[in-house]
């Protein structure tokens, strides 16, 4: 089991900066990728970043030169910063994980934290 808490989020003006944080905590040896989903009203759940514990990363089209997803692996923590941020960002960001502790693949999601950009 997982335990992930989110922090952060909130109302931004757009054009303006906003980051937050993910704390996974319990089998959190076995992470082998950490990341950002987001769910706009109405819409499905997409992504917005992932980074794996090598480092790699992968970015929504949409976030590209705009999001990077930091990762510090000895605090089990993952952060999103989001720049330039537009009204279409405005949506629910979930924190997720993949957890491989054998040979089968597990995935845990955070409670979600709100981001509403708007003037």
């Known amino acids: 089991q997982v335990q992930l808490v989110e922090s952060g989020g909130g109302l931004v003006q757009p054009g303006g900066p906003l980051r937050f944080s993910c704390v996974a905590s319990?089998?959190?040896?076995?992470?082998?990728?950490m990341g950002w989903y987001r769910q706009a009203p109405g819409k499905q759940r997409d992504l917005a970043a992932t980074?794996?514990?090598?480092?790699?990363?992968n970015y929504a089209d949409s976030g590209k030169g705009r999001f990077t997803i930091p990762r510090d692996n000895p605090k089990n923590t993952v952060y999103l910063q989001m720049n330039s941020l537009k009204p279409e960002d405005t949506a629910v960001y979930y924190c997720?994980?993949?957890?491989?502790?054998?040979?089968?693949?597990?995935?845990?999601w955070g409670q979600g934290t709100q981001v509403t950009v708007s003037s």
């Open positions: 980074i794996t514990s090598g480092g790699s990363t």
């Open positions: 319990g089998s959190a040896a076995s992470i082998i990728a």
């Open positions: 997720y994980t993949a957890v491989k502790p054998g040979v089968s693949l597990y995935g845990y």
